[in-house]
């Protein structure tokens, strides 16, 4: 059978096998259509079925969370936790508290996790869980409420050598630090089963700073093999969370300006360049909306709605929101306003067609799995840390992410070179996580 129609076959199987779940679709299509010529030299692979148990993860949970609001009234969430692929070491992934959070978003998470943990070099198998409860307006009693009652059903599941969660979308310190307290309290265990955790107990300096910076780290070599830095550059940055507020910073510190951020109601633009002091204030001890930037700094605009973030003119797009926040329209309004560079910081924020336009016009793109894998790179130290019962300083921490991103922006580019699609970032970073991966499983035996 070539590569072509297994390829075929397995994706037909996947659509018919995991029904309306159109994020982990595209997420496996992407992956599935880089590896062709992976199959193509590695016959051993279709032999062995590699594609068809990859695409199937190992084990899935699904249950209620039962808590209650400071009203009294009962309510009830779902909670997930997806265990993907476990060869390269205990599953590894984010916690994603988000009210469209279903099973096909945590199962395109979980599949891209498994590349990607493989890409730091560090041992990690993939995963990912969350809830569809949604923390934006719930007081502080009740998201611990909440984390309580998800952490009494998932402590079932995991643990320090099988299973260890971390932080995504809506889950922080605040919910890491709910989570953790849960599980030691009834397994009466105080171990490294959470990452992000909080400097006094148990937590890695530069973990908060890890996704952001790594983003900016792989990109600043990509940059530096085409001749070009940071410095100058006009950045535009989506999203306010973590992963936008910590590229925003180390973009400034590289000396580039960032001139945009939004969330999920709209956008600001600030020509002078952000203020991070002020974004920090509003969204890390307010909690409050990004609009309320624009009434500390009068040069900045507010444009509600999102989409058109990406028609402010900037040299290089950083997009660090939410999964296909940037389709083929913003690529090309990018395209033609001159940016030559976009480095995914959120999971998969490009749709297909979106990477389709900046791949035929030559932008320099570097997909999420390798982008933003500088989080869970910085987790897995955490780990590391954890069972030394020794913290490492900020300098050393940050050391390590350097290198790792650099070491992933080579095999990323050794990979594309290899299969013959140099300077294809997409396929290098799909070849590169899978052939890892696929080398451990066959060592596995059938599993
Ligand atoms: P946060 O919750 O800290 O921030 C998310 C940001 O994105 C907020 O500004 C939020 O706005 C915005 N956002 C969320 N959903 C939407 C939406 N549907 N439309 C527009 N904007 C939206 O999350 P993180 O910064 O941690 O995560 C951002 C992305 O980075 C995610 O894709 C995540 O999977 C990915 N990532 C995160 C890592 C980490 O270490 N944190 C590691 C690797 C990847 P609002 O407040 O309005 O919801």
Not at 131 to 136: G, L, V, Y
Not at 187 to 192: A, M, S, V
Not at 315 to 324: F, G, I
Request: proline letters at 4%; a neutral charge; aromatic letters at 10%.
């Amino acid at each position: 059978m070539s590569a072509d129609s297994v390829v075929k076959s397995v994706f037909e199987q996947v659509l018919r096998r995991n029904p309306g779940e159109v994020e982990f679709h595209q997420a496996v299509k992407e992956v599935l259509e880089s590896l062709k010529p992976v199959l193509e030299k590695n016959p051993q692979y279709v032999e062995k079925k590699l594609i068809e148990r990859i695409v199937e993860p190992e084990r899935v949970f699904m249950f209620r969370v039962p808590w209650q609001d400071d009203k009294g009234n009962y309510q009830v969430n779902r909670g997930f936790r997806v265990q993907f692929n476990s060869a390269l070491g205990p599953y590894k992934g984010g916690l994603r508290f988000h009210p469209s959070v279903y099973l096909g978003i945590v199962k395109f998470l979980g599949f891209e996790q498994i590349f990607k943990n493989s890409l730091t070099g560090l041992m990690m198998g993939g995963g990912k869980g969350g809830s569809d409860f949604d923390p934006k307006g719930k007081s502080d009693d009740e998201v611990m409420r909440f984390c309580q009652s998800f952490m009494t059903e998932l402590c079932k599941y995991i643990g320090p050598d099988t299973d260890v969660p971390a932080g995504d979308i809506g889950v922080g310190g605040r919910e890491v630090g709910y989570m953790f307290g849960q599980y030691k309290r009834i397994r009466n265990e105080f171990t490294g089963v959470l990452t992000g955790k909080g400097l006094e107990w148990g937590g890695s300096l530069a973990r908060t700073e890890a996704t952001g910076y790594g983003l900016v780290y792989i990109m600043q070599e990509a940059l530096k093999a085409v001749g070009k830095s940071f410095k100058g550059l006009e950045v535009s940055v989506s999203g306010s969370g973590n992963v936008a507020i910590y590229a925003t910073q180390k973009v400034q510190q590289l000396g580039g300006k960032v001139i945009t951020l939004s969330d999920s109601n709209g956008y600001i633009y600030d020509p002078d360049g952000i203020n991070l002091d002020t974004v920090k204030q509003i969204k890390e001890v307010e909690r409050k909306r990004i609009k309320e930037y624009v009434n500390i700094h009068k040069n900045a605009k507010y444009t509600e709605g999102c989409n058109g973030i990406w028609t402010v003119k900037c040299d290089v797009a950083l997009p660090c929101a939410t999964q296909n926040e940037l389709d083929a329209e913003a690529a090309n309004a990018l395209v033609k306003n001159g940016c030559f560079a976009a480095g995914e910081g959120a999971n998969m924020p490009t749709t297909p067609e979106g990477i389709d336009v900046f791949q035929k016009n030559k932008v320099l793109f570097i997909p999420g799995k390798a982008a933003n894998a500088g989080g869970v790179a910085v987790s897995g130290l955490e780990m590391a840390q954890n069972s030394q019962r020794i913290p490492w300083t900020f300098e050393k921490t940050d050391s390590e992410l350097q290198t790792i991103m650099v070491n992933i922006y080579k095999s990323i580019s050794e990979a594309a070179q290899e299969y013959g699609c140099a300077g294809d970032f997409v396929a290098g970073a799909n070849i590169a996580g899978f052939l890892k991966v696929a080398k451990a499983m066959t060592a596995h035996g059938l599993v």
